[in-house]
């Protein structure tokens, strides 16, 4: 089909007339609604031109405000105003509202917004390598504890552990560290696995089961 033959029903974007368009691209019915259609057009993408200048106030209008409001202070700092929003809800930008509709950041603020926010690279602190270590046995018996206690309090307080031969060795000082605390809160009561209890007792799994796992320690009673 040759363009010349095109022929289709259109509604005319400029005046609304329907008319037979020619081309595929014909969007108006006459030259003349083509030609009042591409004035509008310019008119409207003027005046939006118009309003983005008047957005964009030039910095200097801004530079020497003291005080300024939420629009100004983005300008000043050539940022998004919804950055600005965000540095006074996180409370890193002081800003005054002075009423429900008037917030205003004095230029002092945003000076002392910089002071003490110099940015410095973190520096991981250096983690001493663990050199000195516990046997389990060693620490049931510096802390009179069940094995079973060791293990559990160790898992609780992740103390750094390493195997050896099949022999647990724990890091010296975390075992000092969190041993001495939970001893000293727990001075009285002591914990006992199931399985020490049923041991100790001479109880049979449901029983213990019921007692719970914490008991007094008998000897400790007097
Ligand atoms: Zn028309």
Same mark, same amino acid.
């Given at each position: 089909? !040759?363009?010349?033959?095109?022929?289709?029903?259109? @509604?005319?974007?400029?005046?609304?007339?329907?008319?037979?368009? +020619?081309?595929?691209? @014909?969007?108006?019915?006459?030259?003349?609604?083509?030609?009042?259609?591409?004035?509008?057009?310019?008119?409207?993408?003027?005046?939006?031109?118009?309003?983005?200048?008047?957005?964009?106030?030039?910095?200097?209008?801004?530079?020497?405000?003291?005080?300024? *409001?939420?629009?100004? @202070?983005?300008? #000043?700092?050539? =940022?998004?105003?919804?950055?600005?929003?965000?540095?006074?809800?996180?409370? =890193? #930008?002081?800003?005054?509202?002075?009423?429900?509709?008037?917030?205003?950041?004095?230029?002092?603020? =945003?000076?002392?917004?910089?002071?003490?926010?110099?940015?410095?690279?973190?520096? %991981?602190?250096?983690?001493?390598?663990?050199?000195?270590?516990? @046997?389990? %046995? &060693?620490? +049931?018996?510096?802390?009179?504890? *069940? &094995?079973?206690?060791?293990? %559990?309090?160790?898992?609780?307080?992740?103390?750094? %552990?390493? #195997?050896?031969?099949?022999?647990?060795?724990? !890091?010296?000082?975390?075992?000092?560290?969190?041993?001495?605390?939970?001893?000293? /809160?727990?001075?009285?009561?002591?914990?006992?696995?199931? +399985?020490?209890?049923?041991?100790?007792? /001479?109880?049979?799994?449901?029983?213990?089961?019921?007692?719970?796992?914490?008991?007094?320690?008998?000897?400790?009673?007097?």
């Amino acid at each position: 089909m !040759s363009i010349s033959k095109f022929k289709a029903l259109r @509604t005319c974007e400029f005046c609304g007339k329907e008319f037979y368009a +020619q081309k595929v691209s @014909t969007r108006y019915c006459s030259k003349r609604c083509n030609e009042l259609a591409y004035k509008q057009r310019r008119r409207q993408r003027q005046i939006i031109e118009a309003e983005a200048r008047v957005l964009q106030k030039p910095i200097e209008d801004v530079k020497e405000k003291e005080f300024l *409001s939420l629009n100004d @202070t983005a300008v #000043l700092m050539g =940022i998004s105003k919804r950055c600005v929003y965000d540095l006074i809800h996180n409370g =890193i #930008l002081q800003a005054f509202k002075l009423t429900s509709r008037l917030t205003i950041v004095r230029k002092a603020d =945003i000076e002392i917004m910089f002071e003490g926010r110099v940015y410095t690279k973190k520096v %991981k602190p250096e983690r001493k390598p663990i050199t000195e270590f516990y @046997t389990t %046995k &060693e620490i +049931q018996e510096k802390f009179g504890v *069940s &094995e079973a206690w060791v293990f %559990k309090l160790a898992k609780e307080k992740k103390i750094p %552990k390493v #195997l050896h031969h099949g022999k647990t060795y724990w !890091s010296k000082q975390h075992v000092d560290k969190h041993f001495a605390k939970h001893i000293e /809160n727990n001075s009285i009561v002591e914990w006992y696995s199931v +399985q020490d209890m049923m041991e100790k007792f /001479n109880m049979d799994h449901f029983c213990s089961l019921l007692l719970c796992v914490e008991v007094q320690h008998p000897e400790k009673e007097d």
